[in-house]
């Protein structure tokens, strides 16, 4: 099925419906201003990939835009963030209070220790500087089907529907992908005002009509109410607090 015909689909089933990309762009653009110090965690090769003219004007407007990620050649291959470094979350490569954002998107599901990485964020962190992250929501449909296949076929599984290249796609542990989870986690790690925001998305499996209709209309009940809980993903906002 044609992109064409299956945003018609889209409009007709689920209207109203957003990819989660973009709803995480543009708290992000919200966030991202002329005197941000920005650090990109888990940057891989791009932050996003279908928006490299957004990508490119918001390091262009932050101050200060860094990027840090464990895969060097993909981090070496970034087309804007040119203040690269190879690190590990746990032991981030920057002093105290270098930075007033940071991000990370569709990381902290890989991540094994997040109570470690969490405080590494607060430690990088001025205060009053701000943490915002995007990760897929533990409840939704999409992960709880995944976490029934081995992760030995998981990983093989995912590329070929992403169109990754199966050296993107890494390991997921899901150790903070719930919203009481994140939101004690963070808390502890010494964030407050720790808001998390279930958003849903497109259908992964566009190229086959009835299962993106089948798709649609599960992701058109989770719009809803009493469907919020299984959204596909969680965009996750906190502060450091000032007198931190």
Same mark, same amino acid.
Request: glycine letters at 4%; charged letters at 20%.
């Given at each position: ?43 891989? $090769?791009?932050?996003? /990939?279908? &928006?490299?003219?957004? +990508?490119? *004007?918001? @390091?262009?407007?932050? %101050? ?45 599901? $890989?991540?094994?220790? /997040?109570? &470690?990485?969490?405080? +590494?964020? *607060?430690? @990088?962190?001025?205060? %009053? ?49 719930? /919203? ?65």
């Amino acid at each position: 099925m044609r992109y064409a015909e299956y945003y018609a689909l889209r409009r007709q089933l689920a209207p109203g419906l957003r990819s989660n990309q973009e709803c995480y762009a543009s708290v992000l653009d919200r966030l991202v201003t002329p005197t941000t110090r920005w650090l990109d965690a888990g940057c891989g $090769h791009q932050v996003f /990939p279908w &928006a490299p003219e957004l +990508e490119a *004007a918001l @390091v262009e407007r932050a %101050a200060f835009a860094a990027g840090c990620d464990l895969d060097e050649p993909a981090m070496r291959k970034h087309p804007f963030i040119r203040r690269v470094a190879s690190a590990n979350l746990e032991a981030l490569p920057y002093r105290e209070a270098s930075f007033t954002l940071l991000s990370a998107n569709m990381v902290v599901e $890989h991540i094994a220790r /997040p109570a &470690a990485v969490f405080s +590494e964020f *607060a430690r @990088v962190l001025a205060p %009053a500087g701000q943490v915002v992250f995007h990760t897929p929501n533990a409840w939704s449909y999409f992960v709880l089907a995944a976490r029934c296949v081995p992760e030995r076929y998981r990983r093989r599984l995912a590329s070929h529907i992403d169109g990754r290249p199966l050296e993107d796609v890494f390991p997921t542990h899901y150790r903070a992908n719930r /919203p009481r989870r994140i939101t004690r986690l963070l808390k502890e790690a010494g964030f407050s005002d720790v808001h998390c925001l279930l958003v849903a998305s497109d259908a992964t499996i566009q190229q086959f009509r009835w299962i993106a209709i089948a798709e649609l209309l599960i992701l058109k009940a989770t719009l809803t109410h009493w469907g919020r809980a299984f959204r596909a993903s969680m965009i996750v906002t906190a502060t450091r607090p000032p007198g931190a």
